[in-house]
């Protein structure tokens, strides 16, 4: 005849089941601690003000689309000014993507 075992199941306690918020309680010592980035980090997006894409009047040099480009993504004018240029340098269609913007972002 074949005889059965009986499997115990160790109970857990309170202190042995995992915490909301990533705490671990019991079990801390079964998980390495995770390096969490700085919150001052230069790329974190803590400082994003989140703008609705305009062109500026104020700002503008001819349509104000490099200028509402950088207003909506938090960057200087001449610096997206300066990458548009550097960008000319390259084939593809920026001029034209340039007239489309300038028709589809409303103004400021």
């Known amino acids: ?7 115990t199941r160790r109970s857990r306690n309170a202190s042995d089941v995992p915490l909301a918020g ?18 001052t980090h230069p790329w974190c997006m803590t400082t994003y003000q989140k703008t609705s894409l305009q062109r500026p009047h104020d700002q503008a040099m001819i ?10 993504f938090g960057m200087g004018p001449n610096t997206v000014r300066a990458l548009f240029l550097l960008s000319c ?3 593809g269609p920026q001029f034209v993507v340039y007239l489309v ?8």
């Open 22 to 39: 990533g705490e671990l309680g019991g079990w801390s010592g079964l998980f390495p601690e995770v390096p969490q980035p700085p919150a």
């Open 101 to 108: 913007l300038w028709v589809l972002i409303p103004k400021s």
């Open 63 to 72: 349509a104000g689309v490099c200028a509402g480009l950088a207003r909506r």
């Open 89 to 91: 340098l390259l084939p």
């Open 1 to 7: 005849m074949l005889s059965a075992t009986r499997s």
